[in-house]
């Protein structure tokens, strides 16, 4: 059974760093591209950044490059993204996605097959 677990959500302040855990069961984690994508209050569901299945490539959305930064521990099963310099428009629901059984990076919110539960950021 596939399950996406993510923790880490948290009320920071203003330029403050965050960091989000998404673990990961189900599924062969280390050839499978993961994401993180997110829901501000009202708005629609966007993608924020993903890795790809090697590991070797991250691509981020253009309001949080250089600020964000995802990763992954293959051993734990785990992709991270570090949250830096925290602006009020990174408030919102952040949701781990995989796409297991391809390849490539930067996947939109509808073409991702599995998702976690969400956890939420909120910045003031």
């Known amino acids: ?43 629609a569901m966007e993608w ?12 981020y959305a253009d309001d949080v490059k250089g600020r964000f930064t995802i990763s992954q521990d293959n051993a734990k099963n785990t992709v991270y993204l570090q949250m830096n310099s925290l602006a009020p428009e990174d408030t919102g629901m952040y949701y781990c996605a995989a796409r297991p059984g391809t390849v490539g990076c930067s996947f939109p919110p509808d073409r991702w097959t599995y998702w976690g539960q969400g956890t939420q950021v909120a910045v003031s």
């Open 1 to 43: 059974q596939v399950q996406l677990v993510e923790s880490g959500g948290d009320l920071a302040q203003l330029g403050r760093s965050v960091t989000l855990s998404c673990t990961a069961q189900g599924f062969t984690f280390r050839n499978t591209p993961m994401g993180w994508l997110r829901q501000p209050p009202g708005k």
């Open 48 to 59: 924020v950044a993903d890795i790809s299945a090697s590991g070797a490539t991250a691509v």
